[in-house]
């Protein structure tokens, strides 16, 4: 494969070293320094799109991708109150786009542990329910995409919780987010349903981003004949 990376930063130099590592080239390198390379032209040269840039770039990222023709894969975080209108935008065009809130195969693996855990705990309403994420001190989203989609799982299975909020206290209808910013930590994520009796806790710790990277990679992959909107759901489960 020939990939444009839009967002040549952490993110983007591993998912380049694990491409490469995969036999794939890296036709396009943005950030910056060189946002004037980034046009439908040389989109068109590439066989996909990664797009790991900014929450301020994501939804023109995406669109110019999706007017060259080019699959996008997106892991850009804090830009999902344009998500439906990307999402129509792709499928009137004819397009082919995936976002995902973290392209981790254990963290994709981790949400289906949580929807499941929520279905079971559902009828237990004497439990609290606790959302805790932490990431390194550089991040520039709180809560993380991560967290946001742990919460919306939770709240869709639940009879009694209808939004998340952040840092705040607990109340019977709000689920709150704990989001802490602190040192070299890559991301973890604990849901805690806690009673007076006992604890269950499941829990989600990358040790590195080359995870991240090489579901992207994965997701790419999978993604190159395919037209439509997806998630990491697809490229794990469907057949």
């Known amino acids: 494969m020939k990939i444009a990376i839009l967002g040549y930063g952490k993110m983007g130099q591993i998912i380049e070293k694990i491409a490469l590592e995969r036999g794939h080239n890296i036709l396009l390198k943005i950030n910056q320094h060189n946002i004037d390379e980034l046009n439908i032209e040389n989109l068109k040269k590439a066989d996909v799109v990664i797009d790991f840039s900014t929450p301020e770039s994501a939804k023109s990222n995406i669109i110019l991708s999706i007017d060259a023709n080019k699959p996008i894969i997106s892991g850009t975080t804090g830009w999902l109150n344009d998500y439906k209108e990307v999402k129509d935008y792709c499928i009137k065009n004819d397009g082919t786009f995936l976002y995902a809130s973290n392209f981790s195969l254990g963290v994709n693996l981790f949400f289906e542990l949580n929807k499941n855990l929520a279905k079971l705990m559902k009828k237990h309403q004497h439990y609290q329910i606790n959302l805790t994420e932490i990431?390194?001190?550089?991040?520039?989203?709180?809560?993380?995409?991560?967290?946001i989609s742990l919460a919306e799982q939770i709240i869709s299975e639940s009879n009694i919780k209808n939004k998340w909020?952040?840092?705040s206290e607990n109340s019977d209808e709000e689920l709150k987010i704990d989001a802490q910013r602190k040192g070299n930590i890559t991301g973890t994520h604990s849901v805690n349903y806690k009673s007076e009796t006992d604890s269950i806790l499941i829990k989600h710790e990358a040790h590195s981003r080359d995870g991240f990277a090489l579901g992207a990679i994965i997701a790419a992959e999978w993604i190159m004949s395919k037209k439509g909107v997806f998630s990491m759901y697809d490229v794990l489960f469907s057949s």
């Not at 990431?135 to 995409?145: C, I």
């Open 135 to 147: 990431h390194h001190s550089e991040k520039l989203d709180a809560p993380s995409g991560t967290a």
């Open 165 to 167: 909020t952040l840092n």
